[in-house]
């Protein structure tokens, strides 16, 4: 196995925390059954206490293993969506600790699609992980951004550039509906077509105060979103404009986004992000929307709305 590998899973295993490649976004690991290594995670992150972590597996049955109920159309999801970006949230039993959960009754729970993640699971356990950024900052996708995030004080498994690129749909399932709390990738569509028409799926606030957070995900200089052409406000003209103009493939835009945020946080006094409208906003771009609207801080768009 690679020596980096067996690092890591030594650095776990002595209850320390990891930098890991997800097909989403790199988290910050560490086993659940840890306090130490629990509580250097919030640290790390500075991220508050009423923020839960999601917990990461490698089969479905370690999925079953830490919740006191699995509804038969877990089954259905876990089948088609895992590995892959949906958290499934639902009631924790004993296994899970209340440091995780923020104090909540429920936990989040996913299935990572990358073979590095699956191996360090495999090795040390389920594994606790929220993105590897400051609490409210941009999420990484390339593990140089979590050396930059950390200043180097973390080791990181480099598993290359995150697939998806924005973090995993997160989900609550009850008895006959499906709340989404974070929209992601994988949309309300496709959700709701694996279900059947018995359970409605439907966007939902979260139970946690972080989804409401305006400012997540925001780089450091301001970021203005626009439609092509649109003229930008007065206090903007004579700066340093980056400039990216976004994509008509959500598939694609999605993978580069945060890159492209750190790329025009060093590059320019202003940030600016063009979409082209019919498509940002249509339904399989929930989840870019979510992410762009509170890294903004002028949106164009939802004012032209
Ligand atoms: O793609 C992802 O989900 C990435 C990778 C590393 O797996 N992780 C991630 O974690 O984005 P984080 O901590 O940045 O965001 C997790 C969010 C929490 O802020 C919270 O909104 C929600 O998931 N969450 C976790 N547990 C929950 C629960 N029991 N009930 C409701 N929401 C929960
Ligand atoms: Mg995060």
Redesign the pocket.
Known sequence: MDQNLNHAIELLKADDVVG?P?E????LAGRIDSEKALQKIFATKR?PFF????V?VSTIEMAKSLVSTWPAYADKLAITFWPG?L?I?LP?NGKVSDLI??G?D???I?M?NHPLALKLIEQCGPLA????NLFTKT?PTKASHVIDEFQNSVTVVDGGDCE?G???T?I?LFENEIKI??P?MIDKAKIASIVGPAIKVNYSS???A??QIKHHYMPRRPLVLCEVGQSLPDEFTNKKIALWKVGTDPTLVARNLYAKMRECDANGEIIVFEVIKEFYLSESWTGIRNRLEKAASVDLISISL
């Open positions: 890991i997800t989403t976004v790199y988290g991220r923020d839960p972590l999601i990461h970006p958290t949230v924790k959960t923020s909540l429920s936990v989040g996913r990572p992980a929220p993105s590897a999420s998806v924005i973090e995993s997160v609550g709390y974070r992601g979260s139970p946690v972080p989804g």
